[in-house]
DNA sequence: TGGACTATGTTATAACGTAACACCCGGTCA
DNA sequence: TGACCGGGTGTTACGTTATAACATAGTCCA
């Protein structure tokens, strides 16, 4: 079981066993697709999994290149584009960022949670909001992007504007 | 009334008179909140209603540099951040693009089927599809980003892949 | 007619993203 | 074994999207 995953909220009980228990699902994952996560990947995926925020392409990088492993572009997108298309990250369109998949282990059509005060992004499910009204216009649904922005429980204790 | 106006689905009757009539409410509106829809704004509202399809920022600056209107891409950002303002523009946050209001009456939290094949945007409501888990989380919502991709009714006959 | 405010014009640059090609490395197959 | 093949990474160069900051001009009103 995953329980220390993040899971529809903003608190996971233990973010180390959270990390440690993310890979191994993302190691299970890329052995069944028979893809590759090297070392960058995996790296990359560890330093969004560091953060319950979204980091841009750039601030990846720029990790990256404290470590010494890489420092142009590509570098990073290339590396966010494989998690990506593979389930172990989402991309944050309202915000150019990227955020490390909650629920790495289950197909889902995930929806976010964006804090505009602390920046963290909870991941959540969506049901399926939008089938009603692509129904009604005849319309075939192939990807949604749900996002909320607000304030997460903590930021609205006096943190909050 | 404004029965012409797109509202829900791909097509709109008379897009003419659906351009007429969404200038007519954007005057009332801005008239109302004691705004001032000054030609550069205008301009750019009728350019964005004479397309169903999204239109960046620069494409929309393009059109206002062949009319004399503006060139630097300030003026393009300024105005379209005007009308997102007034509700009498969208911001699609998966296109980098912007889309004419097809409801400026009516205080809505918008939702979009942006078919991939032809680039056509509809607007439609979301209901409240992120409350439920939202509340869950307990994040307070501010603004909510809901955008489906997908092929709208004529490009899944034949024209779609 | 001058002050306050809003809008527009302009420069410069920041932030985000990708095409294209070079190189490397591991596997395999003649 | 060495030729090739494919995926992954390194790099250059550039394209696209967006904004800060300051200058100028129009509008309103006392």
New interface residues.
């Given amino acids: 079981m995953q329980a220390s995953i993040r899971s529809?909220?903003?608190a996971c009980g233990d973010h180390a066993a959270c990390i440690r228990t993310a890979i191994g699902v993302a190691e299970a994952r890329c052995e069944a697709r028979g893809v590759r996560l090297t070392a960058l990947r995996r790296r990359v995926l560890e330093i969004l999994l560091e953060s319950h925020a979204s980091m841009g392409a750039y601030d990846v990088l720029a990790r990256l290149d404290a470590e010494g492993l890489g420092s142009k572009p590509p570098v990073a997108y290339r590396a966010l584009g494989f998690l990506v298309d593979h389930g172990l990250a989402h991309r944050i369109?309202?915000l150019n960022a990227y955020v490390a998949c909650a629920r790495p282990g289950a197909a889902h059509d995930p929806?976010f949670?964006i804090?505009?005060a602390c920046g963290a992004v909870?991941e959540?499910?969506?049901?399926t909001?939008?089938s009603?009204?692509?129904a009604?216009?005849?319309?075939?649904?192939?990807?949604?992007?749900?996002?909320?922005?607000?304030?997460?429980?903590a930021c609205?204790q006096g943190r909050a504007s």
Same sequence: chains 1, 2.
């Avoid at 959540?124 to 049901?127: D, L, Q």
């Avoid at 009604?136 to 429980?153: D, R």
């Fill in positions: 529809g909220g903003f369109e309202r929806a949670l804090c505009r909870a959540t499910t969506s049901g909001a939008l009603r009204p692509a009604a216009a005849g319309f075939m649904i192939e990807q949604t992007v749900l996002e909320a922005e607000g304030l997460c429980p609205q």
